[in-house]
């Protein structure tokens, strides 16, 4: 089974900087692409920034130039640096691994479509 755990979040004042990290546990085979997802109260869950395992990357509108999507060497982890943060900011923040093919503890070759974190809280606030 697939695990994706996320770490780094936390309070931060405006203009701060954290760096959050998600790391694919398991029997990994392969995994398609990565990236992160927020969301806020009341609203929707959005795409923060993706990247490919080409490394081709792409952000929302409102992150970028600020925050900074990539992926380890071993290609089972996503990073996301985020610098200049503001209140909107604040969200839960999701870890998502795109199409995963793994080993399962008994030999099975299982692929999935997606698999997501359980989320890290950023709170931006003075």
């Known amino acids: 089974q697939v695990r994706l755990v996320e770490s780094g979040g936390g309070l931060v004042q405006p203009g701060g900087s954290l760096r959050l990290s998600c790391v694919a546990s398991?029997?990994?085979?392969?995994?398609?692409?990565m990236g992160w997802y927020r969301q806020a109260p009341g609203k929707e869950r959005e795409l923060v920034a993706d990247i490919t395992t080409g490394g081709s990357t792409n952000y929302a509108d409102v992150v970028k130039g600020r925050f900074t999507v990539s992926r380890g060497d071993a290609k089972n982890t996503v990073y996301l640096q985020m610098n200049s943060l503001k209140p909107e900011d604040t969200a839960v923040y999701y870890c998502?691994?795109?199409?995963?093919?793994?080993?399962?503890?008994?030999?099975?070759?299982?692929?999935?479509?997606?698999?997501w974190g359980q989320g890290t809280q950023v709170t931006v606030s003075s």
């Open positions: 998502y691994a795109d199409k995963v093919t793994y080993q399962t503890d008994w030999g099975d070759i299982v692929a999935t479509a997606g698999s």
């Open positions: 398991g029997t990994i085979l392969n995994i398609n692409g």
